[in-house]
């Protein structure tokens, strides 16, 4: 884990001159353009875990990124993701800050590549017959991801993306919350570009 964040980081890091480059060089030739998603897997989990029970799934997603460059976004992206286990439930509220790449000139059929950083609010509860107990902290998160957008019409597009968002295990003593490196397709997801 610590590996693959030092990669990410640096990976996220790098991209910083060029967005500022890019910023400064085309700031002058292109109006702002926003994008506005949301999604949700619809209880979808393409993620196998040895050893653990059946798990059911739900992510749901939204996004609000700015063009800082024609092909460059930056944005904040919100995630609740919700999954029930045997006789545990649990959550993760993410709030991620992050840019998007598109492909192609083309913003409403283009493919995208993205990545984001922040902070994640998690929370489990086990229940036994009439014993429950619960667990809630904050912790670090990231993700990575590709999608494509599809227009659908002015504006509006069709916007399949498969994520990878990564939190950490924790526990109390009691109760742990699982950690959560999960690749989620979510293909019920659309946004509007302004």
């Known amino acids: 884990m610590q590996k693959s964040?030092?990669?990410?980081?640096?990976?996220?890091?790098?991209?910083?001159?060029?967005?500022a480059a890019a910023a400064t060089t085309?700031?002058?030739q292109s109006e702002?353009?926003?994008?506005?998603?949301g999604g949700t897997t619809f209880g979808l989990d393409i993620t196998t875990?040895?050893?653990q029970d059946s798990t059911k799934t739900w992510v749901?997603?939204?996004?609000?990124?700015?063009?800082?460059a024609p092909q460059i976004q930056v944005g904040a992206d919100v995630t609740y993701y919700n999954y029930d286990q045997s006789s545990i439930s649990g959550h993760y509220f993410a709030f991620l800050l992050?840019?998007?790449?598109d492909f192609t000139a083309d913003a409403e059929n283009a493919p995208y590549a993205f990545a984001g950083i922040g902070e994640a609010s998690a929370g489990a509860t086990y229940t036994s017959g009439s014993y429950t107990s619960t667990l809630s902290l904050n912790q670090f998160a990231y993700a990575i991801g590709i999608g494509k957008r599809f227009r659908l019409a002015d504006h509006v597009t069709w916007a399949p993306?498969?994520?990878?968002?990564?939190?950490d295990s924790a526990n109390d003593g009691s109760l742990s919350v699982r950690a959560s490196h999960d690749w989620d397709f979510l293909v019920f997801r659309f946004s509007v570009l302004f």
């Open 60 to 68: 749901f997603t939204s996004k609000a990124g700015y063009y800082v």
């Open 49 to 51: 875990q040895s050893g």
């Open 26 to 28: 085309t700031a002058e």
């Open 161 to 167: 993306q498969i994520r990878y968002l990564a939190l």
């Open 98 to 101: 992050g840019p998007t790449f």
């Open 32 to 37: 702002a353009k926003w994008e506005l998603s």
């Open 5 to 19: 964040l030092k990669v990410f980081l640096g990976c996220l890091l790098a991209t910083c001159p060029l967005i």
